[in-house]
């Protein structure tokens, strides 16, 4: 196993979930005093391990089609658009 790889991953999407939408919903379901929070924590945690396999299943079919460096350029391209929409609407 790559380690380098698995801290790299780990760290990039754990920052990036830090504060996102699902996060702030996930708190806001825990909050709730009648809700289980390992009923709530048990959701959100199969909702992120989801997602994350429906994106590696996506990125390697991508990988095996498209040059990666382009992926990634596309990427880029729109994680910058995104922000540029968000502090245009804020």
């Known amino acids: 196993m790559d380690m380098r790889l698995l801290g790299t991953v780990f760290a990039t999407v754990f920052l990036a979930e830090l504060g996102d939408k699902t996060q702030l919903s996930t708190m806001l379901y825990a909050s ?23 994106a590696t299943f996506v990125g390697s079919l991508l990988g095996e089609r498209v040059n990666p460096r382009l992926v990634s350029r ?16 804020a």
Do not use: P
Request: aromatic letters at 12%; glycine letters at 12%.
């Open 32 to 54: 709730g005093g009648a809700n289980q929070k390992w009923v709530v924590f048990a959701g959100s945690a199969l909702a992120l391990v989801a997602s994350s396999a429906l």
């Open 74 to 89: 596309l990427a880029g391209v729109a994680f910058i658009a995104v922000g540029a929409w968000t502090l245009y609407k």
